[in-house]
C-alpha cells in the first residue's frame, strides 16, 4: 500500500468514526431529559446571538424545545423578529432584542432591557460569527470585520453578561461557538512562531493584552501586505485566528471566574460544530444545523456542570 493509500485508508476511517458517533449522538439526543436530571425551568433565561438562521437559529429552537425562555438576537431586526415568530408559531418560549455584538452601545442597551424585564440571565451562547472566505479561498479582506464580530464581540458579550448572571445553584453558563479551525496545535493549520504558541498555550499566564496583542499584530500586518509570511495559520487565516483569540479568551475568563463561591458559579466553554450546512460555508457542509447545535445544548443543560475552560466537540473534550 503507497503512501497515497494509506492515506485515503486513514481518512476513511477517521469518517466512519465521525459517521459513528454521529449516530450514538443521535440516539442520545432521542433520550429525554429525566425529572431529577431538569434544573432548569421555563424561567431560566437563555441568550442566543446571531440566531436568527444557522446553528443559532437551531441553538435557540432546541432550548425553546426543553422549555427555557430564549432571548433571540440579531444585528437586523426584520430578519430576528421573523426568526422568532417561527418559533413562537410552535409555541415556544421565545422572544427577539436587536443586538449588534460589534456595537458597545447595541450591547449597553440590551443589557439594561435584560436586567428590567429578566433581572438577569442564566445561559449566555455567542453564536454570532462571520467567515468570507468559501472553501480554499483565504482572503483577509475583512479580516477587521472577522475578528471584530468572531473576537471582539464575544469577548464583550462575556465581560458584558458576567455582572448579569443570576445565582444558581447549578451554575450559570457561557458557551462560544468556535472552530478546530482555531487549534493551537492542529497539525495543518497553526502558528508556526513556537515561542508565541507557548505563550497562548499556558492558560496560567494568559492574559487578555496577549490576545489582543496576537490579533492586532495579524492586523496590522494584513494593512502592510506582510501577514502572508508572518506565520499565521495557512488555512482561513483570519477566521482560524479570530477563533484562536476565542479559545485562549475562554480559557482565561474560565480562569479569572474560578473562585466564585457555590451557588454563584459561572461555567465558560467553547466548542466546533463541525462543518455545518449553512450559509456561512456556502451550504457546502457536511454536518446539519441541529447537529452542529447539540453540542452547545449539551453544555448549556448538563445537569453537574463543574466543568469550565475546556474545548469540546461532538459533546467530547478536544485539545485546544
Known amino acids: 500500500m503507497d503512501n497515497t493509500e494509506k492515506q485515503m485508508d486513514k481518512k476513511e476511517r477517521a469518517k466512519e468514526r465521525r459517521e459513528k458517533r454521529r449516530q450514538e ?83 449597553d442597551t440590551f443589557c439594561s432591557w435584560i436586567k428590567e424585564n429578566y433581572g438577569g440571565i442564566d445561559i449566555l451562547i455567542n453564536n454570532a460569527g462571520f467567515n468570507h472566505n468559501i472553501g480554499s479561498e483565504n482572503s483577509v479582506e475583512f479580516a477587521e470585520k472577522v475578528i471584530a464580530i468572531n473576537y471582539t464581540g464575544a469577548k464583550n458579550m462575556i465581560k458584558a453578561a ?8 447549578a451554575g450559570a453558563c457561557i458557551v462560544t461557538v468556535s472552530s478546530r479551525l482555531g487549534r493551537l496545535n492542529g497539525r495543518k493549520n497553526r502558528i508556526s512562531d513556537d515561542a508565541l ?11 487578555e493584552e496577549l490576545i489582543d496583542g496576537t490579533v492586532n499584530k495579524f492586523l496590522e500586518q494584513v494593512k502592510d501586505g506582510s501577514w502572508t509570511t ?14 484562536l483569540a476565542v479559545n485562549a479568551y475562554t480559557r482565561l475568563v474560565a480562569r479569572e471566574l474560578a473562585g ?37 445544548i449539551w453544555l448549556s443543560l448538563l445537569p453537574d456542570m463543574r466543568i469550565s475552560g475546556k474545548f469540546f466537540a461532538e459533546r467530547r473534550e478536544i485539545h485546544f
Open 260 to 296: 466564585r463561591p457555590e451557588g454563584e458559579k459561572i461555567y465558560v466553554n467553547c466548542y466546533c460544530p463541525g462543518w455545518v450546512k449553512t450559509a456561512m460555508t456556502g451550504w457546502a457542509g457536511q454536518v446539519t444545523p441541529e447537529e452542529g447545535a447539540d453540542t452547545a
Open 162 to 169: 458576567i455582572p448579569l448572571m443570576k445565582p444558581n445553584t
Open 197 to 207: 504558541r507557548q505563550q497562548l498555550e499556558d492558560a496560567d499566564a494568559l492574559s
Open 230 to 243: 508572518g506565520g499565521w495559520p495557512q488555512n482561513n487565516t483570519d477566521y482560524s485566528l479570530s477563533k
Open 25 to 107: 449522538i443521535s440516539l442520545i439526543r432521542s433520550i429525554p431529559y429525566s425529572d431529577h436530571q431538569r434544573w432548569w425551568s421555563a424561567e431560566t433565561i437563555a441568550v442566543v446571538t446571531g440566531a436568527n438562521r444557522g446553528i443559532g437559529f437551531q441553538i435557540a429552537h432546541q432550548l425553546g424545545l426543553h422549555g427555557l425562555t430564549v432571548v433571540l438576537t440579531s444585528r437586523e431586526t426584520a430578519v430576528g423578529e421573523e426568526s422568532a415568530k417561527v418559533l413562537q408559531e410552535g409555541g415556544l418560549k421565545v422572544v427577539f432584542h436587536q443586538l449588534d455584538v460589534t456595537d458597545q452601545e447595541s450591547i
